[in-house]
């Protein structure tokens, strides 16, 4: 009864603060997140200092209380948090840095910043599409997916991380979260990842997390930050061991750049490309097996297709990726934002926040 009726009160705390935070804000054009400058120049644990000055702290920490209450197993607090303390003897760097930095600003425990960091790392539910025009030009769009889309559709951002006074990547991520799952690096590729269930997501996930693995989306950004085209992101991508299994959606720049790799936790276990010249201009991946049937429950794959084939190769651009995104149930309740991008045309990258009424 006492756990129940705090839980409670949490939620009607967390609806409070929302529905103030939404009536205190300014309405954002066109539904589109917050644009935000990170600087990889600072040092890693205050780096986001200047985006948290945007959005109101008691907001902040109730939503990552309600999310890692509603989506981390019990048993997992009680592996992480007694060792927060050497967290970041596992953890690499900029990671550590940064959410030791997002846990002090916010008044939460590092235990904590890292169990909201394994919660979005869990759920990711996603629609994902590279495809290739009939003048070789590359477009990559997703749907991301999640419980919790009222909390997580305030906190979505979209970050240029910017080094030297050059934006290095951009990325759409929710605040807190220091990894990502959709991005670009500009002139070079773009990367999104959508989850494979594995089994046993959690046991496996932290033993390979405490082995050193790297969170999925923390290695969306590390490729990101370090790969120098879409070859080498295709290999980082698929070799680098992870804590789960994994889509990850690359496009790049030239014709024929666009992969779908399907990850186990050591290694890949398909490599889809594009094949423009033997008709296959689009590659589309939810989060079941390319190889397999979409379970009927959950068919997202078949209207996307249906989709992309009505629109045509010649009229594949910006605005219809956008449509096909938006038809349902690719666009679902669970959606909290779309983003469409080209690595070849760095400043159309653009992200909207979806509402399904």
Same mark, same amino acid.
């Given at each position: 009864?006492g756990?129940a &009726? ?10 409070g603060?929302?529905c103030?935070?939404v009536?205190a804000? !300014?309405?954002p $054009? &066109?539904?589109?997140p917050?644009?935000c400058?990170?600087?990889l120049?600072?040092p890693?644990?205050e780096r986001?200092? %200047? ?5 109101? %702290?008691?907001?902040l920490?109730?939503?990552?209380a309600?999310v ?5 197993p019990k048993?997992?607090?009680e592996?992480i948090? $007694?060792?927060? &303390?050497?967290?970041?003897?596992f953890? !690499? ?6 959410i ?8 939460i425990?590092l235990?904590d910043?890292v169990l909201?960091?394994f919660a979005?790392?869990s759920?990711? =539910?996603?629609t994902?599409?590279v ?12 749907n991301?997916? +999640?419980?919790?889309?009222d ?6 951002i979209?970050?240029?991380f ?6 290095a ?11 990502l ?5 500009p002139?070079?590729f ?12 959690w046991?496996?996930a932290i033993a390979? =997390?405490?082995?050193?693995n ?15 085209d879409?070859?080498s992101?295709?290999l980082?991508?698929?070799g680098? %061991?992870i804590?789960?299994?994994? +889509?990850?959606?690359v496009?790049g720049?030239? $014709?024929?750049?666009g992969?779908v ?6 290694g $890949?276990?398909d490599?889809?490309p594009?094949?423009p010249?033997?008709g ?9 097996d390319?190889?397999?049937t !979409?379970? !009927? =429950?959950d068919?997202?794959?078949?209207p996307?297709?249906?989709?992309l ?9 910006f605005?219809t ?5 938006s ?9 909290v ?6 690595a070849?045309? %760095?400043?159309? +990258? ?5 509402t399904?009424?």
């Open positions: 009864m756990w &009726a705090s839980r409670g009160s949490r939620l009607w705390g967390l609806l603060l929302l103030g935070a009536a804000a !300014p309405a $054009p &066109a539904s589109t917050l644009l400058n990170v600087s120049d600072s890693a644990e986001w200092l %200047p985006v948290l000055r945007h959005f109101d %702290p008691a907001f920490r109730a939503a990552v309600w890692i209450d509603e989506s981390v048993w997992v607090h592996v948090r $007694p060792i927060a &303390a050497e967290l970041e003897f953890m !690499p760097q900029p990671f550590a840095g940064e030791l930095g997002l846990c002090k600003a916010l008044g425990s235990g910043g909201l960091n979005y790392e759920t990711a =539910f996603c994902s599409i495809a290739q025009d009939d003048k070789g030009n590359i477009y990559h769009g997703r991301l997916d +999640y419980d919790f889309v909390i997580l559709s305030k906190i979505t979209d970050v240029q910017i080094k030297s006074g050059q934006i990547y951009r990325g759409t991520t929710f605040l807190g979260y220091v990894g799952w959709t991005g670009q690096s002139h070079k773009t990367i999104s990842g959508d989850e494979r269930a594995g089994g046993r997501w046991e496996n390979a =997390f405490l082995n050193r790297y969170p999925v989306s923390w290695l969306v950004r590390d490729t990101l930050s370090k790969a120098e879409f070859q992101a295709v980082r991508l698929a680098t %061991p804590i789960a299994e994994v +889509y990850y959606i496009g720049v030239s $014709p024929k750049e992969m790799i399907t990850r186990n936790r050591r $890949p276990a490599l889809w594009l094949d010249l033997g296959a201009w689009f590659r589309v991946e939810t989060n079941y390319h190889w397999t !979409p379970p !009927p =429950f068919d997202r794959r078949t996307a297709i249906k989709a084939n009505a629109t045509g190769q010649q009229n594949i651009n605005d990726l956008f449509k096909v995104l038809v349902k149930p690719v666009l679902n309740n669970n959606t934002y779309t983003t469409v991008m080209s070849a045309l %760095p400043d159309k +990258y653009q992200t909207w926040i979806r399904v009424k």
